[in-house]
């Protein structure tokens, strides 16, 4: 029988038991083979959003976005029915949109709740706008005791129930339904969190199509805007010319930042609040956490020494920060570092992402706000180039909370991007909301 031996941190000589390294050894490879199986889920999911954003990109009805993300969803997450509900006009009850598979009591609740009623999982998470997860029949009747005469033989073992938000403001429901009781992973609960926003945000984009279309109708003036219509499609098109041939885990990043370029020139208004610095930073550190080690970069989120809390929408605040840091990451290279600071003055709070990447030209500091501009190409992958509206979009989105987006950069050196925006106060507040 092998022993092994080895020295003591005092000297002295100890004998390792003969099970001790196969142990170790057999370990660190249940270890990897979870990392693996772990990588292999995530890879799959990935694939999923990638096919359900390819799919949105073509849709023009609502129906059609509910039909597109069931079927997507459903498979990915293995369960067995699915349903899409809206808010009517009047806002006092929700309507079947799109459903897939049979739908149980519990998911078919949306058609008996009333607001006097007691609140079905439907109502909570449209009324609170949050998404609840139930693994168990069990926690179902915890949670709602008004289903309690609904057979358990005749229900599903678990469900989802997700809100379809709109700029913080829930205009429907998307829910799923499993066979049998179900631990929800991050994986899971991340994947289902995130086909709800695209949901969302594709209906909206429906909506702006055809309240746009009807509006041209009313005003007569379909030719004008149509004029307009090409012209933008031609400068788009220039500078989409290559990217429409990269594969569709482009599309993501082309659709989301489309949608917001509609969303600014539509003049929506932003839903301003005193926003808490920390909670917000560590939720974003957190997302870019994973692509940082991707890349070999240290990644540091200071958020400072007090608390800070600032006067932003919450949504576009977020947007501003993951945009900046994962711009930094995607033009720094392995074993190079991102930084984060918060610092506050009298009125105003700085925001500062310092990269040691490979820095911007001096005549080029101020094109990179500009819409479709990319600088040096040639330092990114196909699949990592987007259309350049972030950084534009970014600016466009601080200025209109009475902030500012400015950029210092050394060419071969690195970047500071810094984004600035007002202290939270009774003020500021009111003087966002006027304007």
């Known amino acids: 029988m092998t022993t092994f031996k080895g020295i003591l941190h005092d000297g002295h000589e100890y004998i390792a038991p003969p099970t001790a390294i196969p142990e170790r050894i057999e370990r660190r490879a249940s270890e990897s083979q979870s990392a693996r199986a772990i990588a292999a889920a995530t890879t799959a999911r990935l694939a999923r959003l990638q096919s359900i954003t390819a799919a949105l990109s073509n849709t023009v009805t609502q129906d059609a976005v509910a039909h597109s993300v069931l079927h997507e969803a459903i498979i990915a997450l293995e369960c067995d029915a699915g349903v899409v509900v809206v808010t009517n006009e009047a806002q006092q009850k929700l309507t079947l949109l799109r459903e897939a598979g049979t739908l149980d009591t519990l998911m078919r609740s949306f058609e008996n709740e009333q607001p006097d009623s007691l609140p079905g999982p439907y109502a909570e998470t449209v009324e609170k706008g949050v998404a609840i997860y139930l693994e168990s029949f069990e926690e179902m009747l915890m949670r709602y005791p008004g289903f309690r005469t609904v057979s358990k033989p005749d229900s599903r073992g678990a469900w989802i129930f997700l809100p379809l938000a709109i700029d913080g403001h829930a205009v429907g429901a998307l829910a799923f339904g499993f066979a049998k009781p179900r631990k929800f992973t991050v994986l899971d609960r991340d994947f289902a969190d995130t086909v709800s926003r695209y949901c969302a945000q594709a209906m909206d984009r429906v909506r702006l199509r055809v309240a746009a279309a009807a509006a041209l109708a009313e005003a007569g003036e379909a030719r004008l805007m149509a004029e307009e219509a090409n012209n933008a499609k ?135 706000f500009e819409p479709f501009v990319q600088i040096d190409r040639h330092l990114t992958s196909d699949t990592q180039q987007g259309v ?48």
């Open 234 to 368: 031609t400068v788009f098109l220039r500078a989409m010319s290559h990217e429409l041939r990269t594969p569709a885990a482009y599309l993501l990043r082309l659709i989301s930042d489309v949608l917001t370029v509609a969303k600014l020139e539509g003049a929506r208004p932003l839903r301003l609040a005193s926003i808490a610095m920390k909670p917000i930073l560590a939720e974003v550190e957190g997302l870019c956490a994973l692509q940082a080690r991707a890349k070999r970069i240290t990644l540091t989120v200071t958020p400072g020494e007090r608390d800070l809390a600032v006067a932003a929408d919450a949504e576009r605040l977020q947007q501003i920060l993951l945009n900046l840091i994962t711009n930094a990451i995607k033009f720094t290279d392995a074993g190079g570092s991102v930084k984060l600071t918060c610092r506050a003055n009298a009125k105003m709070v700085d925001v500062r992402v310092t990269d040691s990447g490979v820095g911007i030209k001096a005549a080029d500091v101020n094109r990179v």
């Open 388 to 435: 350049g509206l972030g950084l534009s979009i970014s600016r466009e989105l601080a200025r209109a909370m009475l902030g500012d987006l400015t950029l210092q950069s050394i060419e071969g050196v690195g970047s500071a991007f810094t984004l600035t925006l007002p202290i939270a106060s009774a003020a500021s507040l009111a003087l966002s909301t006027e304007r």
